[in-house]
């Protein structure tokens, strides 16, 4: 809103009656108030005032303003609603009442009730001092000299005779007062409820059945109803009517404590005694109608019936589960003695049975009672619906240790707050949580029997506990936060059915319930675990296939495992890094297009490593950063830092049975997936990796490393986030510096053959090496393995290629360039520099050669010590010329590939230093006993016995030249 430089209209009011409407309104310059009309802009009241507010009364469902409160600073003073000047009398102040027709207004310390229409109530006049008590607001009592009256305002100001003292109201038709230095009960007239006979009169409200009148006589006290009946005569010295709480509505004969001649018994509403008056004193009423008495300086537990349920043996004494329904009968006692202070000693507490004897010495600082819970009802404990309520365990036995409250958390926040004039404030609220800890000493088990489960050896304890409002378990340990139930007083009841985790001599453990250890004490650090599986842990398959939904995953010298919750070990404590988690199917998803990945033979997976050589990068990019200026995300430079796994030793993990699959290590691991794109899990190459899930693969862009001269990681980025990446169960596992094929479980397949380095092909085949030489298997081929090539032209597998073994041949450099994009520090493309560099190739010099087809498929029958291949696409395979072979210069900078299987072509193959023609689709029909070989255009021109002839390169015809 835009601030008026003279007045800035604070209200607008309008009225009912006829008036015209007119509004407070503020001078900025003087600031003061006045009223004005808002139609003719004429002050009503010239703007003098310090402050101006309206008086409204409620007629029907409209409020009308019927007067204005000015206040001068000074004095204060009525303006008519439509904002007469006619001033009324002026007071030094004036306070509403619940009647908005009436005021109260003081001048000179005097006070009385003003009406602005007609003026002073003439009936209770002046009056030095007032109160309104609150649960009758139209009633006030004033003091008029040393008397005091009641007045009701609600019949303009009819009061009641004078009193010395008016204690309090009790009803809409009576009141306790004090005449003549006595106390009684007389209504608004006057008339006598209760004589005036006593010295005090207390109104005591329990509930809303439970009111009474404590009435004191002689210094003795007694009790009247609100029908102002003595119930009880004026002869205990002292009584307590808050017992009356702990008694249900329907309950036969309520009682409470009374004290007569110094003792303590407990007296009925209707004056009889039901306990003798023979205790120091009375502590407390359970709900279960059982009284805490001091007798002799001693604690001891009674019945209504005054029969002893607990003797009279302990300083102090508390019951295991008083807060509880359905206590049992037979229960155990937590006792102690007081020292010589008067104040518990610590470590003090101990165990009898409900005779008193010891079950347990005295020398345990706190038992926190453990409960399983089923069902209880907190409202009405008197009724049961017959369901188990809260079963006893035991109870937290600590020996030396300290029992603190300590703050979990700190919470500020902020509050709306209202004064009486309506005015809000905003307050700083700081709200702390506490928990119950156990700090040092050592820790055990009492059974409800009195009998220790567990030695108290433990230096430290973790227990799961189930939340009764069905958050499900929530484990915390007995020294740390959010603590442990200590007597009842948390919502938190323990779960059984999970062992607990126990700590002693500085090393983690289990122990069940019954005191048996489960894990031996002998682990760095343990933590509660569920299955990572895929599968629904709650699934009938997977309870039936006994998969652990529960487990701890210990840690022992840096290296962790898995133990089940009976103790058996899943797998022992020998695994460094968990790598990721991926999905295995079956290998029958190669080959069979309609597979299916959710089958029953689909195998959620971790890739575990040991002994990891990480190697760490640090790039910078472009990317989104925030500003703090304008509060948005900005384009600007973003450094990145991760750490790349160069090296370790691999293995796998069942996550449903949380076992080993393969008991080796492997030194590297190639994965394939469905479509038999292989991941190396180590590697600098640029390679894609494995990520941190099964929804994805986690890959990154390469530049070079002017370190290693390689092409390092530069960007991560996710592949395949939107399907999740299933891999089959073959892959290739490296050991001892040779690859092998093998399933996800281990066992080697293809006889177990080792390679130097592997390859995949395709679907069906993979290529090998070993010792320089290289052979295409299939995945399920078994033998034999001796036909190994040593080079192939050109190195593509999906072309028709020439192959060679037994080789022997000599390197020549090809000079070559590559482009490489260049980065700024912020990490944006800036240029491209050629970087020259030399391609070494091979020079065939003596070998046995053959061909393969696309599918990897040797041609020939048999391999050819030399070969010569008519031109194809303007290559020259001629290797008659041993100096030449197949990587010729001229072949290599040609684009393209050629294509051998021109099976209307045929080829010359030589062996044992004899030619021979023939064609590559039948190798049956040839022509043999050449002693050299050529072409010449379309022609063989072969020596037989110094005999030239000519055969036709298509089709082998025999040709005649002139």
């Given at each position: 809103?835009?601030?008026?430089?003279?007045?800035?209209?604070?209200?607008?009011?309008?009225?009912?009656?006829g008036f015209a409407q007119i509004s407070i309104e503020y001078v900025k310059k003087t600031k003061t108030y006045g009223i004005k009309n808002v139609k003719t802009r004429q002050w009503l009241t010239q703007?003098?005032?310090?402050?101006?507010?309206?008086?409204?009364?409620?007629?029907?469902?409209?409020?009308?303003?019927?007067?204005?409160?000015?206040?001068?600073?000074?004095?204060?003073?009525?303006?008519?609603?439509?904002?007469?000047?006619?001033?009324?009398?002026?007071?030094?102040?004036?306070?509403?009442?619940?009647?908005?027709?009436?005021?109260?207004?003081?001048?000179?310390?005097?006070?009385?009730?003003?009406?602005?229409?007609?003026?002073?109530?003439?009936?209770?006049?002046?009056?030095?001092?007032?109160?309104?008590?609150?649960?009758?607001?139209?009633?006030?009592?004033?003091?008029?000299?040393?008397?005091?009256?009641?007045?009701?305002?609600?019949?303009?100001?009819?009061?009641?005779?004078?009193?010395?003292?008016?204690?309090?109201?009790?009803?809409?038709?009576?009141?306790?007062?004090?005449?003549?230095?006595?106390?009684?009960?007389?209504?608004?007239?006057?008339?006598?409820?209760?004589?005036?006979?006593?010295?005090?009169?207390?109104?005591?409200?329990?509930?809303?059945?439970?009111?009474?009148?404590?009435?004191?006589?002689?210094?003795?006290?007694?009790?009247?109803?609100?029908?102002?009946?003595?119930?009880?005569?004026?002869?205990?010295?002292?009584?307590?009517?808050?017992?009356?709480?702990?008694?249900?509505?329907?309950?036969?004969?309520?009682?409470?404590?009374?004290?007569?001649?110094?003792?303590?018994g407990m007296v009925s509403l209707t004056g009889q005694q039901i306990i003798p008056h023979e205790y120091d004193s009375v502590l407390d009423l359970r709900r279960d109608k059982r009284l805490t008495v001091?007798?002799?300086?001693?604690?001891?537990?009674?019945?209504?019936?005054?029969?002893?349920?607990?003797?009279?043996?302990?300083?102090?004494?508390?019951?295991?589960?008083?807060?509880?329904?359905?206590?049992?009968?037979?229960?155990?006692?937590?006792?102690?003695?007081?020292?010589?202070?008067?104040?518990?000693?610590?470590?003090?507490?101990?165990?009898?049975?409900?005779?008193?004897?010891?079950?347990?010495?005295?020398?345990?600082?706190?038992?926190?009672?453990?409960?399983?819970?089923?069902?209880?009802?907190?409202?009405?404990?008197?009724?049961?619906?017959?369901?188990?309520?809260?079963?006893?365990?035991?109870?937290?036995?600590?020996?030396?240790?300290?029992?603190?409250?300590?703050?979990?958390?700190?919470?500020?926040?902020q509050e709306s707050v209202f004064d009486e004039q309506g005015n809000e404030r905003i307050d700083d609220v700081v709200r702390t949580f506490k928990v119950w800890t156990i700090k040092g000493g050592k820790?055990?088990?009492?059974?409800?029997?009195?009998?220790?489960?567990?030695?108290?050896?433990?230096?430290?304890?973790?227990?799961?506990?189930?939340?009764?409002?069905?958050?499900?378990?929530?484990?915390?340990?007995?020294?740390?936060?959010?603590?442990?139930?200590?007597?009842?007083?948390?919502?938190?009841?323990?779960?059984?059915?999970?062992?607990?985790?126990?700590?002693?001599?500085?090393?983690?453990?289990?122990?069940?319930?019954?005191?048996?250890?489960?894990?031996?004490?002998?682990?760095?650090?343990?933590?509660?675990?569920?299955?990572?599986?895929?599968?629904?842990?709650?699934?009938?398959?997977?309870?039936?296939?006994?998969?652990?939904?529960?487990?701890?995953?210990?840690?022992?010298?840096?290296?962790?495992?898995?133990?089940?919750?009976?103790?058996?070990?899943?797998?022992?404590?020998?695994?460094?890094?968990?790598?990721?988690?991926?999905?295995?199917?079956?290998?029958?998803?190669?080959?069979?297009?309609?597979?299916?990945?959710?089958?029953?033979?689909?195998?959620?997976?971790?890739?575990?490593?040991?002994?990891?050589?990480?190697?760490?990068?640090?790039?910078?990019?472009?990317?989104?950063?925030?500003?703090?200026?304008?509060?948005?995300?900005?384009?600007?430079?973003?450094?990145?830092?991760?750490?790349?796994?160069?090296?370790?030793?691999?293995?796998?993990?069942?996550?449903?049975?949380?076992?080993?699959?393969?008991?080796?290590?492997?030194?590297?691991?190639?994965?394939?997936?469905?479509?038999?794109?292989?991941?190396?899990?180590?590697?600098?190459?640029?390679?894609?990796?494995?990520?941190?899930?099964?929804?994805?693969?986690?890959?990154?862009?390469?530049?070079?490393?002017?370190?290693?001269?390689?092409?390092?990681?530069?960007?991560?980025?996710?592949?395949?986030?939107?399907?999740?990446?299933?891999?089959?169960?073959?892959?290739?596992?490296?050991?001892?510096?040779?690859?092998?094929?093998?399933?996800?479980?281990?066992?080697?397949?293809?006889?177990?053959?080792?390679?130097?380095?592997?390859?995949?092909?395709?679907?069906?085949?993979?290529?090998?090496?070993?010792?320089?030489?290289?052979?295409?298997?299939?995945?399920?081929?078994?033998?034999?393995?001796?036909?190994?090539?040593?080079?192939?032209?050109?190195?593509?597998?999906?072309?028709?290629?020439?192959?060679?073994?037994?080789?022997?041949?000599?390197?020549?450099?090809?000079?070559?360039?590559?482009?490489?994009?260049?980065?700024?520090?912020?990490?944006?493309?800036?240029?491209?520099?050629?970087?020259?560099?030399?391609?070494?190739?091979?020079?065939?010099?003596?070998?046995?050669?053959?061909?393969?087809?696309?599918?990897?498929?040797?041609?020939?029958?048999?391999?050819?010590?030399?070969?010569?291949?008519?031109?194809?696409?303007?290559?020259?395979?001629?290797?008659?010329?041993?100096?030449?072979?197949?990587?010729?210069?001229?072949?290599?900078?040609?684009?393209?590939?050629?294509?051998?299987?021109?099976?209307?072509?045929?080829?010359?193959?030589?062996?044992?230093?004899?030619?021979?023609?023939?064609?590559?689709?039948?190798?049956?029909?040839?022509?043999?006993?050449?002693?050299?070989?050529?072409?010449?255009?379309?022609?063989?021109?072969?020596?037989?016995?110094?005999?030239?002839?000519?055969?036709?390169?298509?089709?082998?015809?025999?040709?005649?030249?002139?």
């Amino acid at each position: 809103m835009k601030r008026i430089t003279k007045l800035i209209v604070l209200l607008t009011v309008a009225l009912n009656c006829g008036f015209a409407q007119i509004s407070i309104e503020y001078v900025k310059k003087t600031k003061t108030y006045g009223i004005k009309n808002v139609k003719t802009r004429q002050w009503l009241t010239q703007p003098v005032y310090k402050n101006i507010s309206e008086v409204s009364s409620l007629s029907g469902e409209i409020t009308a303003i019927r007067y204005y409160i000015a206040n001068t600073g000074k004095k204060m003073f009525f303006i008519l609603a439509n904002g007469s000047t006619s001033i009324s009398p002026q007071f030094d102040e004036i306070i509403s009442s619940s009647n908005p027709e009436l005021f109260v207004v003081k001048n000179k310390n005097v006070y009385c009730f003003f009406n602005p229409g007609s003026g002073i109530l003439k009936g209770p006049g002046n009056f030095t001092s007032y109160n309104n008590p609150e649960n009758n607001m139209n009633l006030y009592i004033i003091k008029k000299g040393e008397k005091y009256m009641m007045v009701d305002i609600k019949k303009q100001g009819v009061c009641s005779p004078e009193y010395d003292q008016i204690i309090g109201i009790l009803s809409d038709s009576a009141f306790a007062v004090k005449k003549n230095n006595k106390c009684g009960v007389v209504n608004f007239s006057g008339d006598q409820k209760l004589d005036f006979i006593y010295d005090s009169i207390v109104f005591t409200s329990l509930r809303t059945i439970d009111e009474f009148i404590e009435l004191r006589k002689d210094k003795k006290w007694g009790l009247a109803d609100l029908s102002y009946k003595q119930i009880i005569n004026c002869k205990y010295e002292i009584f307590d009517l808050k017992f009356l709480r702990n008694f249900s509505d329907s309950f036969p004969q309520k009682c409470f404590p009374a004290k007569l001649n110094s003792k303590w018994g407990m007296v009925s509403l209707t004056g009889q005694q039901i306990i003798p008056h023979e205790y120091d004193s009375v502590l407390d009423l359970r709900r279960d109608k059982r009284l805490t008495v001091v007798k002799n300086t001693k604690m001891g537990l009674i019945d209504l019936n005054n029969k002893i349920l607990f003797p009279f043996l302990y300083d102090y004494f508390e019951s295991e589960n008083d807060n509880y329904v359905n206590e049992s009968k037979e229960k155990n006692y937590f006792v102690c003695n007081k020292g010589a202070n008067g104040k518990f000693k610590g470590q003090s507490l101990g165990m009898a049975d409900s005779t008193g004897k010891i079950l347990l010495p005295m020398n345990a600082n706190s038992i926190p009672i453990f409960q399983t819970y089923n069902y209880r009802i907190p409202e009405n404990f008197d009724k049961f619906d017959g369901r188990k309520d809260s079963t006893l365990v035991g109870y937290l036995w600590n020996i030396g240790g300290i029992l603190k409250n300590e703050i979990q958390s700190t919470e500020t926040f902020q509050e709306s707050v209202f004064d009486e004039q309506g005015n809000e404030r905003i307050d700083d609220v700081v709200r702390t949580f506490k928990v119950w800890t156990i700090k040092g000493g050592k820790t055990g088990i009492a059974g409800k029997d009195g009998k220790m489960i567990v030695p108290t050896v433990y230096d430290d304890m973790i227990f799961f506990f189930s939340r009764n409002d069905d958050r499900g378990d929530v484990r915390s340990s007995i020294s740390n936060a959010p603590g442990i139930p200590s007597n009842n007083e948390t919502d938190y009841l323990v779960n059984t059915s999970q062992p607990i985790i126990a700590k002693k001599d500085g090393k983690w453990g289990t122990i069940a319930w019954s005191g048996k250890e489960i894990i031996p004490c002998i682990y760095d650090s343990i933590f509660y675990e569920y299955t990572s599986s895929m599968l629904d842990a709650n699934d009938s398959v997977f309870a039936a296939r006994n998969y652990p939904k529960y487990f701890y995953k210990v840690y022992k010298n840096a290296l962790h495992g898995y133990i089940s919750t009976k103790g058996k070990i899943l797998m022992p404590a020998e695994i460094e890094r968990d790598v990721c988690d991926i999905t295995i199917s079956s290998i029958d998803s190669i080959v069979n297009p309609a597979y299916y990945p959710y089958h029953d033979h689909v195998t959620y997976t971790k890739i575990l490593a040991n002994n990891v050589k990480e190697k760490p990068y640090i790039i910078c990019k472009q990317g989104y950063v925030h500003s703090p200026e304008t509060g948005e995300n900005e384009t600007g430079p973003v450094t990145v830092e991760f750490n790349y796994i160069e090296k370790a030793k691999f293995s796998f993990q069942n996550n449903n049975t949380v076992q080993f699959m393969a008991p080796s290590k492997a030194e590297d691991v190639i994965l394939l997936d469905k479509n038999l794109t292989p991941y190396l899990l180590s590697s600098l190459k640029g390679q894609l990796t494995i990520s941190g899930n099964a929804k994805g693969v986690l890959g990154f862009d390469s530049i070079l490393d002017k370190a290693s001269g390689k092409r390092v990681f530069k960007e991560m980025y996710v592949r395949g986030s939107e399907e999740e990446l299933f891999f089959i169960d073959h892959m290739f596992a490296k050991y001892d510096g040779k690859w092998y094929l093998q399933n996800i479980t281990g066992v080697l397949l293809n006889n177990g053959q080792p390679f130097d380095s592997v390859e995949i092909v395709d679907k069906q085949k993979y290529k090998a090496w070993r010792q320089g030489k290289f052979i295409y298997y299939g995945y399920k081929y078994k033998g034999p393995f001796d036909r190994e090539m040593d080079q192939e032209y050109p190195d593509k597998p999906f072309a028709e290629r020439i192959s060679c073994r037994n080789c022997k041949y000599t390197m020549k450099k090809y000079p070559r360039q590559t482009i490489l994009e260049q980065f700024n520090a912020e990490g944006n493309q800036i240029r491209d520099s050629i970087i020259p560099y030399t391609f070494d190739i091979p020079v065939m010099q003596k070998g046995t050669y053959n061909i393969i087809d696309t599918t990897n498929k040797l041609l020939l029958k048999i391999w050819a010590d030399e070969m010569i291949l008519p031109p194809v696409n303007g290559y020259n395979f001629n290797m008659a010329d041993s100096t030449s072979g197949i990587y010729d210069e001229k072949n290599f900078n040609k684009p393209g590939y050629p294509f051998f299987g021109t099976h209307k072509k045929s080829i010359a193959l030589k062996y044992a230093q004899t030619w021979r023609l023939t064609t590559v689709q039948k190798q049956d029909v040839f022509i043999d006993g050449f002693t050299e070989v050529k072409i010449e255009g379309d022609n063989w021109v072969v020596k037989k016995k110094k005999k030239v002839l000519y055969y036709s390169i298509d089709g082998l015809k025999k040709v005649k030249k002139e």
